[in-house]
């Protein structure tokens, strides 16, 4: 634990993440004196990138959070965050939840070094992790650092990176964002999509529209990745005509969207919809469907998957747990 205090027999609320509705739902709970502990998940690299403070740690420049002018690095504003939650007293593990008892109180959830806590309240901030194409050759490469990679911001610079031909698949903001940063490093970045239009906002297709160093690859699949121990290519299948062909690249960045971090709360009566988000039981609130157990950010937000709308479901999961609580006579 990064904080010495001792921990109670029985936790106020136990917060799951540590994106930016964990932390923030952290920075409510602590100031409304409920001395919240928050598991902030374990670094992971393999095959999907997991880490304490979640996607934002894997984003370069954050310019629509409002307040930050000049924008500000996501690893920089998850720091911030964490530094105001432990300002007001939060305590932090190092680790995740792997089980959840949420069939009488006060819970028991159970962490991954077989650690018992109890608790009266949940808020579960989890988020949501990298998709894959699910191609063999892309696994067996992302697995063994072979070019194939799900973040761009983690490895677009790397040398081997440097001046080399690299594709991007995806069309939503994520491919256009991390197509934008690669073409600082490479000769071509290709943007390879299934569709002939981007799903990404305007603003940001803008970007690889108009950049002479990125190509876009319409109606097209990733069908194999080609290489030996390094990536050499990708044979790409044109959705319309059927026709494969081959494409040199030196580096693959999977940019498919993600899934939300939820796989723990199954059979815990937290109930899920059919992608695995959390489902709320009014949409205008963080109540779960197990009393007591709240929730925020991406893990039950597949429509805005924003930091600032994470942030504010965290702030609204604090709330409706300090309610909760104060309902049930805790203090
Ligand atoms: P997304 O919007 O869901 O886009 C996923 C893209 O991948 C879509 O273009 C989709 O194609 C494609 N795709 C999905 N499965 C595929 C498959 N199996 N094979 C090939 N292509 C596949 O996901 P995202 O781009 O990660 O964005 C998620 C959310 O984060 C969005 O709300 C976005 O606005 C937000 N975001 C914002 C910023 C920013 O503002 N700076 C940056 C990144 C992300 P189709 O279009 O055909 O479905």
């Given at each position: 634990?990064?904080?010495?205090?001792?921990?109670?027999?029985?936790?106020?609320?136990?917060?799951?993440?540590?994106?930016?509705?964990?932390?923030?739902?952290?920075?409510y709970?602590?100031?409304?004196?409920?001395?919240?502990?928050?598991?902030?998940?374990?670094?992971?690299?393999?095959?999907?990138?997991?880490?304490?403070?979640?996607?934002?740690?894997?984003?370069?420049?954050?310019?629509n959070?409002?307040?930050?002018p000049?924008?500000?690095?996501?690893?920089?504003?998850?720091?911030?965050?964490?530094?105001?939650?432990?300002?007001?007293?939060?305590?932090?593990?190092?680790?995740?939840?792997?089980?959840?008892?949420?069939?009488?109180?006060?819970?028991?959830?159970?962490?991954?070094?077989?650690?018992?806590i109890?608790?009266?309240?949940?808020?579960?901030?989890t988020?949501?992790?990298?998709?894959?194409?699910?191609?063999?050759?892309?696994?067996?490469?992302?697995?063994?650092?072979?070019?194939?990679?799900?973040?761009?911001?983690?490895?677009?610079?790397?040398?081997?990176?440097?001046?080399?031909?690299?594709?991007?698949?995806?069309?939503?903001d994520?491919?256009m964002?991390?197509?934008s940063?690669?073409?600082?490093?490479?000769?071509?970045?290709?943007?390879?999509?299934r569709?002939?239009?981007?799903?990404?906002?305007?603003?940001?297709?803008?970007?690889?529209?108009?950049?002479?160093?990125?190509?876009?690859?319409?109606?097209?699949?990733?069908?194999?990745v080609l290489?030996?121990?390094?990536?050499?290519?990708?044979?790409?299948?044109?959705?319309?005509?059927?026709?494969?062909?081959?494409?040199?690249?030196?580096g693959?960045?999977?940019?498919?969207?993600?899934?939300?971090?939820?796989?723990?709360?199954?059979?815990?009566?937290?109930?899920?919809?059919?992608?695995?988000y959390?489902?709320?039981?009014?949409?205008?609130?963080?109540?779960?469907?197990?009393p007591?157990?709240?929730?925020?950010?991406?893990?039950?937000?597949?429509?805005?998957?924003?930091?600032?709308?994470?942030?504010?479901?965290?702030?609204?999961?604090?709330?409706?747990a300090?309610?909760?609580?104060a309902?049930?006579?805790?203090?």
């Amino acid at each position: 634990m990064t904080s010495t205090a001792q921990a109670p027999d029985v936790e106020h609320v136990v917060i799951i993440g540590s994106g930016p509705a964990g932390w923030t739902a952290a920075i409510y709970a602590a100031r409304a004196n409920l001395k919240p502990l928050v598991y902030e998940g374990r670094p992971k690299t393999n095959p999907s990138i997991v880490l304490p403070g979640g996607q934002l740690m894997l984003t370069t420049e954050v310019e629509n959070y409002p307040g930050f002018p000049h924008g500000v690095t996501g690893p920089q504003m998850m720091a911030d965050f964490k530094a105001q939650a432990e300002r007001f007293g939060t305590r932090i593990v190092t680790g995740d939840i792997a089980k959840c008892d949420f069939s009488k109180r006060p819970f028991t959830l159970t962490d991954d070094e077989d650690k018992v806590i109890k608790t009266h309240a949940v808020i579960i901030a989890t988020g949501a992790t990298a998709n894959w194409i699910g191609l063999k050759n892309e696994m067996r490469l992302a697995m063994a650092g072979g070019g194939v990679s799900a973040c761009a911001v983690c490895d677009g610079a790397l040398p081997v990176f440097r001046n080399q031909p690299l594709a991007v698949v995806g069309g939503g903001d994520t491919a256009m964002e991390e197509a934008s940063y690669l073409t600082k490093f490479a000769s071509t970045v290709y943007v390879i999509h299934r569709r002939n239009e981007f799903r990404a906002s305007k603003v940001m297709q803008k970007r690889i529209l108009d950049n002479p160093k990125a190509k876009v690859i319409w109606d097209s699949a990733v069908v194999d990745v080609l290489g030996g121990e390094k990536i050499e290519g990708v044979k790409l299948k044109n959705l319309k005509t059927q026709a494969e062909s081959n494409l040199d690249v030196k580096g693959l960045f999977i940019a498919i969207g993600h899934t939300p971090a939820t796989g723990f709360l199954k059979d815990t009566g937290v109930e899920l919809d059919d992608k695995g988000y959390v489902k709320l039981v009014d949409g205008f609130r963080s109540a779960t469907t197990v009393p007591g157990v709240f929730v925020g950010g991406d893990c039950a937000d597949s429509i805005y998957r924003q930091a600032v709308s994470a942030a504010g479901m965290g702030c609204k999961a604090a709330i409706d747990a300090e309610r909760w609580l104060a309902e049930q006579g805790i203090h």
